[in-house]
């Protein structure tokens, strides 16, 4: 069976950092792109950051400076380091991959939560 799997959200204050993971299992099949997308209550998901095949990155413009999405190939993760984080950054974060196999694969969500 094929899935993603996150981690790594919470509640965090102004400012803070957390580090979302996002685990891949099965037979997903050769990557095109990972990426880490949110969605906010009333609000339609949204692309936060994503990582291509060949490493390239590209950022929404709101969170560039401060979040980074990595890869690591070995273990079939994918994490993004957020810092600086304010309350406009409370979402449910969504890992996704595009491959070879699937047009999109969706992971379950965490919730981030910026509050004083």
């Known amino acids: 069976q094929v899935q993603l799997v996150e981690s790594g959200g919470g509640l965090v204050q102004p400012g803070g950092s957390l580090r979302l993971s996002c685990a891949a299992s099965?037979?997903?099949?050769?990557?095109?792109?990972t990426g880490w997308y949110r969605q906010a209550p009333g609000k339609p998901r949204e692309l936060v950051a994503v990582i291509m095949s060949g490493g390239t990155t590209n950022y929404k413009d709101s969170v560039k400076g401060r979040f980074t999405i990595s890869r690591d190939n070995a273990k079939n993760t994918v994490r993004l380091q957020m810092n600086s984080l304010t309350p406009e950054d409370t979402a449910v974060y969504y890992c996704n991959a595009k491959t070879t196999l699937y047009p999109n694969i969706w992971g379950q969500g965490t919730p981030v939560t910026v509050s004083s």
């Open positions: 099965g037979s997903i099949g050769w990557l095109y792109s």
